[in-house]
């Protein structure tokens, strides 16, 4: 199963959505989920929604204290890890 | 009567090396607390806690039987064992949901599912992308211009003549405080401020297209443009947040894995216009263009995107040259209908952050032209009342111009004013309003209004606005012919602007301000862009897309105005 995603990845000619993946695996959302999750912290995929906008490294535009309210723009997206 | 348990067994390899890892630990005292299969599956996972607990116990045959067994079962799946064996748990619970739940043979069709047939279709999919794009930024110039036009009065008007009043009151009238207060903080920041309107617009849109899921569904149709072009698709979302500003769309290429993916992307992401340059858009494009304006701002986010997509070819088959792009999953939330709690926080959150920026970079940044503007050149002039033609900031200026002579904007106000928004891009506008400012004669009839005439001057003023973006948002729906032309910018300020570019045009002001709208576009990142630039990829990659920036624009303005004249086009 967990292989199979990264194989379909692998193999995909344009972006997919969750929702064809979990289609494509038969797989209820919320198990593909945990899947992903599982490789994420294996590093080979990589879940954008971890990425920031740079907070830590500090945000030199300096506008907001919090953090730059214009980096949650974009929707959550997840790849293979390049290991070339 | 219960279900008959179904075992579950690893493969064999994995099996034995379990078996013989349980049998090892039974008859190792210090280990026997825990059940032995379950100690041997979590040490083959590599689990820390029980490694730790087997290291414990001092015994280098356990450690090396462990060692041997992950090893050989390494060997034979070529991975490491762990994930073969979730891989496998995996498995095991997908045979049985697959066998125990029942699923429709096609699964049931949602609105979400029936809406992206049409708004991610492969060839209706871009068109509807154009459309959207095209309403946002009609909505952001149309609605927002009235309320733009409010602002600018009351600054120039009522809370000129308060704030010299004011002055006036506590013996600072007349003199330099009240030409840095009124010609530098309140021409300047509040000119700058006077295009809220326009961003608060525009971060509605931007909100009521994130939180509707619609801008996944861009990113997701853009993707196929970006690679027919040989582009990375995934470069796409950082070049949609750069929309908002490039600061963090240069850290969104964190979300490329190549490195070189990275920088090409970065060095694409300034070419999508970033809010900061809204303002500048606004103010030429209502002086210029007033009946198309909006047309005319789409038209260049357009060429953002295009140029971008041009440049990142040429890179790709030139510097780039490399392998192909890998694949993604993108989210795609359902649709949601937007609540106005959530739009309103995103609205505010960002419209404060551009506020916070006004008052401190633009603030300085204005602070600092003043002084320029006031200080004079050849001791021609007393400080302060100083002919701005005969400033410093026009001396400064004037060094700039002939680079810009070609393009039609070759004069010092134009060019001081592009200068100064390598600082931030809002400065442009600042900066041509203390120049042009500068030169207007004081206006006699304004410190005769009374208190009371000014606070009916502002009630009515927000009034007329509120109905002329009624009107406008009901001329967006078609109901009205769409034929009239949006709230000008002050007439001083506008005449002086227009009569600025026409001298330096030779007479064609429309094509100057065309081009000086395509460099503004284009032209060298600020300078909050170019750390981050050089935070993320180096020196070397910030230095390039700071001259070559620089270089692009000034090839694009060139073409846009030599070519416009060499047509004979008379805009």
Known sequence: MLYQILAILEQAEEPLSLHELSRRLNVEPSALEGMIAFWVRKGRLRDSAAVSCGQQAGCVCNAHRQGCPLRHSGPRMIALVDSR | ?571
């Open chain 2, 1 to 571: 009567m219960a279900p008959p348990p179904i075992p579950f067994r690893y493969p064999s390899p994995i099996e034995r090396e379990i078996e013989q890892l349980a049998t090892l630990f039974a008859q190792t005292p210090a280990l026997t607390s825990y059940p032995a299969r379950w100690l041997a599956i979590q040490a083959l996972e590599g689990d820390e806690g029980i490694l730790a607990a087997i290291e414990a116990c001092h015994d280098p045959e356990v450690r090396a039987a462990l060692m041997a067994s992950r090893e050989r079962l390494r060997a034979v799946y070529g991975d490491e064992i762990d994930i073969v064996m979730v891989d496998r748990r995996y498995q095991f619970v997908h045979d049985i949901a697959s066998r125990a739940v029942t699923r429709p043979a096609l699964p049931p069709t949602t609105l979400s599912d029936r809406i992206d047939q049409i708004v991610t279709h492969r060839w209706l999919g871009i068109p509807i992308f154009l459309v959207v794009m095209w309403l946002v930024f009609k909505l952001t110039t149309d609605v927002a211009a009235p309320f733009v036009d409010w602002i600018e009065r009351v600054l120039s008007g009522p809370m000129s003549r308060w704030t010299a009043a004011l002055l006036g009151f506590i013996g600072g009238g007349g003199g330099w405080l009240e030409s840095l207060v009124i010609d530098g903080v309140i021409a300047g920041v509040g000119g700058v401020l006077a295009f809220v309107p326009v961003l608060f617009t525009l971060y509605f849109a931007l909100a009521l297209l994130e939180d509707s899921g619609y801008m996944a569904r861009a990113a997701f149709v853009m993707d196929r443009v970006m690679r027919l072009f040989g582009l990375h698709g995934k470069s796409f979302l950082p070049l949609i947040v750069g929309f908002g500003c490039s600061v963090p769309a240069i850290y969104a290429t964190r979300t490329l894995d190549s490195y070189r993916d990275r920088i090409l992307t970065g060095l694409l992401v300034p070419f999508m216009s970033c809010s900061a340059r809204l303002p500048v858009y606004v103010l030429i494009a209502m002086i210029f263009f007033p009946a198309q304006a909006g047309h005319v701002i789409f038209g260049l986010y357009l060429t953002g995107i295009v140029v971008a997509i041009g440049v990142g070819v040429l890179l790709r088959h030139t510097l780039f040259r490399q392998q192909p792009a890998t694949p993604f999953v993108l989210e795609l939330p359902p649709y949601r209908l937007p609540t106005p709690a959530q739009i309103w926080r995103q609205m505010w959150e960002r419209t404060l952050a551009f506020v916070r920026n006004a008052g401190t970079t633009i603030l300085a940044a204005s602070v600092v032209i003043w002084l320029l503007l006031a200080i004079p050149v050849n001791r021609e002039g007393q400080a302060v009342a100083t002919d701005v033609e005969q400033s410093a900031f026009a001396y400064l200026a004037r060094l700039t111009a002939p680079v810009f002579a070609p393009l039609g904007f070759g004069n010092w106000e134009s060019s001081g004013a592009l200068v100064t928004g390598l600082i931030a891009k809002e400065v442009v506008v600042a900066t041509l309003i203390q120049v042009y400012v500068g030169e207007e004669p004081p206006a006699d009839e304004a410190s005769s209004a009374t208190l009371s005439a000014d606070l009916g001057e502002i009630v009515y003023g927000f009034g007329a606005a509120v109905g002329e973006a009624m009107a406008a948002l009901v001329g967006m729906g078609g109901i009205t012919s769409g034929t009239e032309t949006i709230a000008p910018v002050a007439n001083e300020l506008a005449t002086a602007i227009r009569a600025g570019l026409t001298a330096s045009s030779n007479g064609h002001a429309g094509l100057a301000a065309l081009a000086f709208l395509v460099f503004v576009l284009l032209y060298t990142p600020c300078v909050a862009t170019l750390a981050v630039s050089r935070h993320e990829f180096g020196l070397r990659w910030m230095l390039v897309s700071l001259l070559g920036q620089f270089a692009i624009a000034w090839l694009a303005a060139l073409l846009v105005f030599q070519g416009g004249l060499a047509l004979g086009i008379a805009i």
